[in-house]
Every structure is written in structure tokens, then in C-alpha cells.
């Protein structure tokens, strides 16, 4: 697959250049990412370049009017209506929450194990009020005492795995990381995304923070502080045998002794929690004959959050976790491409 | 000490008939549990009976006006204005966050292991507008990299330490538990408090439920559904390596696959913490050379709640768990009197 992403350009698709607008009409492929309080556009060329993105607070938990209303309508049209208009012949892809119960159209979970063919075969089709068909990605789900289910990450992960050059050996069992509100970890292996867990962090974080007493003694630092998150991390690591209903309780009691400034406390508390994620991770691994020590793995996501990621894997013996760009753009591509709603061009559309 | 509070009455201290004022004129101890959210007076004869007892929401941070205007003057006035006007000479003692630093004034913390004695050296008094003094009872702490506090449930583990009968072998380790917001489990032997753990379950429960995407799927159930708190428990202890942050999660997945209804998520969820509440214990417990399994404990709390953390304990295989009473009226009493402000009388004052 080409390498995308590398020129995104974020263009006004109303009122760019007369240059730009040739390109548009170029445009080959419309690939949404569709979450709960958001929802990101990409429009490609022939090649699989992204021409222009946008972006929008158009979540299908935050849709301009209700669903019944034509709400899912509406903001498609908001975010795409311009690029349809100059590239009617666009196919178009959507991923992520808006194929849940709650969104345009249930696009059922496949099964995990699951590659990318099993994706595409899961496609569910929704047609827009303008006439134009969406094909809705599905999610994966794990069956189990307890199940997980992610829609969105499956092809941000397959995006992540296209990518792969020859040097990566696809055979071999790999970890790839998705921190963020409900972190994601995905054992992946020749292709597939063989089993995967999830992490309520970035929401228990925000829950304990906002809502229970631990807020209640907190001020936000001008700047990260590494050491106060390090800290909170290693307590994780080394003492967090009572498990995080009670370590936590350490943000405000290490306050109460002078060991933790208000400044601190939120860093801190950041740091127990991620620490608390990866402890866990470590524990499903072991069961697995598996380590976070030595592994090569990847994350995907918020550069400063998986930066923050990579310094807590580093005190578990992890030092080698590198971070996708362009994941979800190249996922999108990727399961449109396989679905033959792209016939990708060896060139750019727009070379020269 | 005589068993207070199985003589329990809820008196109108205006209002009474003159059997009632004739009693409240020999009350010797006016005591508060003074909390953050609510406040409790007990009026006790010479003998320890509890004579009356009063309650309102007017707790240290539900003042009836700010602290610097006189709020806990007015608080404690409300509460206990009318009992000083008939017994003038009553000593008062009060114990919870009213002596934090939030408080009315503040009593250090202090340090355990700490017996009655080290309790009763703590006491800061402060003096009222109306000219009577109260006795703050400090709270008591736990140094080290996870500090730890209590204020208040160091007085109710007095109080049941206080009922002790021959029967029970003092020198003997024992575990006392109170459930709650910040649940409590403190190691006791021979009349002191060895250590203690705090768990934040009740507080991280309501933070789950009411302010992540867990609570979305919730509905409350006509009555406690055992069965689904069992398998939360039973969850929490089988398979909860990942720990609580991945667990959480399949109170929404076991919904999305039809396993659990919408009824069944809220008890499933307070499986999962008191079950996890529970194994962080035993992890604790297991470093100390002890376990939940076979331990004779005791109990302090709402009932309701008591009963829940009896059917979790029996997953651990302790089926000894005995529920305190008045553990709260008996310890303000014994440290009122161990502090010499009462000199207990054998007889109840009002006998006949």
C-alpha cells in the first residue's frame, strides 16, 4: 500500500485554489471516523494520498438534531456535502461507533480472531438522504466471561499492519497498543487480531477526578510533571498488590503528608492508573507465556499520550514500543481498498 | 462497659413528655459523629445509655452557613442546643472530619499503631459561642509510600473493641471492616490498631455509574439481584488478573452480548469492586502470612451493605463475619469516659 498521510493537507474544500479544486475532482475515496463526540472526514486521491481532512464535534452522541430528525444526514452532509458535490463518483467508508446500536446503521461485530477479510465481509450498507451509499466497517468482538468489543480500533489496526514492511516478520505474535479513553490491546499475528482487551483508564481517570475527592485536592500543572507520573507508576508496579480501589486513595493521603503537592497529585494519579493498566496487561500476559519485557510493540494514538505510555512500558522492561501515525487514514483506505470500493493507481492522481 | 444502645430511643428533646425531661436533666455526655456529609448527636445518661438521638444533613461540608460565619457554631447549635439547655453540665465529645483540617478545628492525626489511650492524648478542644467546649477526637494515620487515614472509624473500632467479652482473646490479631464511600479494613490486636487499607469502592462505584459510559446501560432493579452480584464477585476473584480498569468494562459488554440485563449491571458492578475490594485484601493479608479464609471478623455499617460484603467474604472462604452494632454510640462513649469526661455510673441514671 502506498504510504498515505505523509501529505495530508488540510484544504477548504469550498474555497481552495483552483489547483486544489482539480485535485478534488480527482478524489476517489470519502473515509469517515465516525466516534461518540466526534467524527473526522478524509478525502483520497486514485493513489491513496489524502487530499483534505475534516474535522467536527458531529459524534453520533452529538449529532446537529436527533437521529429520527435525519441528524446522522445532516452531519455527514456538514462534513462531506462540498467534497460529493466536486467527486460524485467517490466511494464512501465509515468506521467506528456510528455502526453500533446507537448509530446510522448496526453494522454486527465479527468474531475475533478476525483479518481484514473478515471486515469486509461484515460491511453493512446505509444510503444517505443525497442517494450516496456509506459502507459501515464492522466491529470486532471477543466472546467470553468477558467479552470486549472495539469499533474503530480494528482498523486503525489493520491500518497499522498494512504498513508493514518486509523487515516485519507478520508471522510472529506482536502487541499493539490504542491508549485513549477505553484503551485497547491487540495480540495480532499473521494478519489477524487474534485477541484483545480493553482498559476503561482515560474514563476512570476522568471519572476519579472530576467526581470523588481525589479532584477535591488537585491543580492543574502549568507543565506534565514526569516524576510525580514515574512515581505513580512504580507504586503500581511495586505496590499495587491491594489492586487501584486502594492505591488510589494514596493521591490524596500523600498529599495530606506533605509527599505530593496539588500539582502533583494529578500527574500522579495518571501514573497509578497507567501503571495499574500495564501491571494488568502483564498479568494476561504471563498466563500467556508472554512479557511486556523485550517486546517490540506499537501504539497508536495521541502523540503526548503514548509518549506517556512508552515512558511507564519503559519500567516494565519495555523499551521498544514505536508510535503509527496516519493509523486510522491508512486502516480506512486499507479495508476500502480490500473492498473494492478503490482501485488504488501505482501514482498519485495529482503527480506534477 | 455497659451496652449502650440496645436501649436506643429518638426523644424530641423540646417536645418530650415530662418522664422524658426528667431523664435528659441527668444527661452526662453529649456526643457527635460529625462527618462530611451528615451529622449525628447522642445525649448518654451517667450509665452510657443513649437517652436521644438527633441527625441532619449539616455535615462539614453541608454547613448551614460558611465555616468563617459561624457555621459550625450554628450546625452545633441546631443540633445540640436545646439537649445543653437541660443538662448544662453534659461534656461533649466529637469525633470524624469535623477535626480535619477542614474541620472545626483541626486534631493531628495520630500515628498507628494506636490504642484508646493514644486517642484520648489527641484530643484538641475547641470552645463553642455558646461557652461549652467540645473534645475533638483525633483521626489516625499510617505512614509509609501509601499513607493511609481514618476519622471516625477509629472510635467505631474502639467501640467494638470496647464489647469485647471474655470470650474474645484480645492478644489474638483480628480484622475489623467498614464498608462504605471509603471502606475501611484495619488489623486490631491487643486494644490497638495495628494497620489499616482504605478501598474507594463506594466512591468509585458512584463515579462509575453516574458519570462513565457504564451507567448508560444501567437501569435500577425492583430489588438486589444476589445472582448478579455473585458473578461479579466470583469475576473479581477467578479472573480479575487484569484488574479492575479491564473487568469494569464487561458490566457493558455482558450487556451487549445479552448476558446481563439492564437490571442485572448495577449489582454485577458492585460484585466486581467488593469482589476486587476483597482479592486486594488477600493479596495484602497473603504478604502478612494471613488470609481471609477461616478469619472470625467483624463488621461496622449499614446493614444492608454489611449483609453484601457477608455473601462476598463467603467467596473467600470466611464465613465469619459478624455485624457490630452501635458501634459508633459505644466508641464516643468509651473515649469519652476513658478520657475522664464521664465518670460511668453502674446503674442507669433513670432506672425505674
Chains 1, 2 share one sequence.
Not at 492543574?220 to 487501584?244: E, M, S, Y
Request: with cysteine; charged share 15%.
Amino acid at each position: 500500500m502506498k504510504q498515505v498521510g505523509s501529505q495530508t493537507q488540510a484544504l477548504d474544500p469550498v474555497n481552495g485554489t483552483a489547483a486544489a479544486d482539480a485535485r478534488l475532482q480527482h478524489a476517489a475515496l470519502i473515509a469517515l471516523d465516525w466516534g461518540t463526540t466526534s467524527l473526522r472526514a478524509y478525502l483520497y486521491d486514485a493513489a491513496g494520498n489524502v487530499l483534505a481532512t475534516r474535522a467536527s464535534t458531529a459524534g453520533i452522541m452529538n449529532l446537529p438534531r436527533s437521529a429520527e430528525q435525519g441528524g446522522f444526514d445532516a452531519a455527514f452532509d456538514d462534513a462531506c456535502g462540498a467534497w460529493l458535490e466536486q467527486a460524485p463518483g467517490a466511494s464512501v467508508i465509515a468506521a467506528g461507533m456510528v455502526g453500533s446500536a446507537q448509530g446510522w446503521v448496526e453494522a454486527p461485530y465479527v468474531d475475533a480472531p478476525a483479518n481484514a477479510d473478515a471486515l469486509v465481509a461484515g460491511i453493512v450498507r446505509v444510503k444517505a438522504a443525497g442517494g450516496v451509499t456509506l459502507h459501515i466497517v464492522p466491529g470486532v468482538l471477543q466472546r467470553g466471561d468477558l467479552p470486549n468489543v472495539m469499533r474503530g480500533e480494528e482498523t486503525q489496526i489493520f491500518g497499522a499492519l498494512g504498513q508493514d514492511t518486509g523487515a516485519v516478520d507478520s508471522s510472529k505474535r506482536a502487541l499493539i497498543g490504542l491508549p485513549g479513553t477505553h484503551a485497547k490491546w491487540a495480540v495480532v499475528q499473521a494478519g489477524r487480531i487474534e485477541r484483545f482487551h480493553t482498559f476503561m483508564t482515560g474514563e476512570v481517570f476522568a471519572a476519579l477526578r472530576e467526581h470523588t475527592i481525589l479532584g477535591r485536592t488537585m491543580d492543574t500543572p502549568d507543565r506534565p510533571d514526569t516524576d510525580a507520573f514515574l512515581h505513580g507508576v512504580k507504586i503500581a508496579r511495586d505496590k499495587g498488590q491491594a489492586g487501584l480501589l486502594a492505591t488510589v486513595f494514596s493521591s490524596r493521603t500523600l498529599g495530606l503528608t506533605g509527599q505530593l503537592s496539588r500539582e502533583q497529585q494529578p500527574d500522579y494519579l495518571s501514573g497509578l492508573l497507567i501503571g495499574h493498566e500495564l501491571a494488568g496487561l502483564e498479568a494476561v500476559l504471563a498466563q500467556q507465556h508472554n512479557s511486556l519485557a523485550g517486546q517490540q510493540l506499537r501504539l497508536i494514538g495521541n502523540e503526548a499520550l503514548c509518549e506517556r505510555y512508552r515512558v511507564a512500558l519503559a519500567q516494565f522492561g519495555c523499551t521498544h514500543a514505536e508510535l503509527v501515525k496516519y493509523a486510522t487514514e491508512r486502516g480506512l483506505w486499507r479495508v476500502a481498498a480490500q473492498a473494492g470500493l478503490v482501485n488504488p493507481t501505482p501514482q498519485a492522481a495529482h503527480a506534477g
